[in-house]
Nanobody, 119 residues
């Protein structure tokens, strides 16, 4: 079974930076892509960014240009570099992994890491 462990969250002032990491372990051979979602109190969980095994990236709001997703396939780890953070970025950030195909397709979630942007 796949396990995802996020790290790197914390308290940061507006304009600051954080890098989140998500390490995958277990049955990850069939992984197709990994990504980051976030959820603020009272809001639905929303996609932040995703990246395929081949390195193709997708951003929910590319106009911002503040977040960068990357991965290290050898380490089965995905990263989210966040720059110029704003209070509206405050949320729990979750790592997600997609695997399998067709009827066998499935996804896994991490427990989340809290990011708080405040002065």
């Amino acid at each position: 079974q796949v396990r995802l462990v996020e790290s790197g969250g914390g308290l940061v002032q507006p304009g600051g930076s954080l890098t989140l990491s998500c390490a995958a372990s277990g049955s990850v051979a069939g992984s197709n892509a990994m990504g980051w979602y976030r959820q603020a109190p009272g809001n639905q969980r929303e996609l932040v960014a995703s990246i395929t095994n081949g390195g193709s990236t997708n951003y929910a709001d590319s106009r911002k240009g503040r977040f960068t997703i990357s991965r290290d396939n050898a380490k089965n780890t995905v990263y989210l570099q966040m720059n110029n953070l704003k209070p509206e970025d405050t949320a729990i950030y979750f790592c997600k992994l997609w695997s399998g195909v067709g009827q066998k397709a499935e996804s896994s979630w991490g427990q989340g890491t809290q990011v708080t942007v405040s002065s």
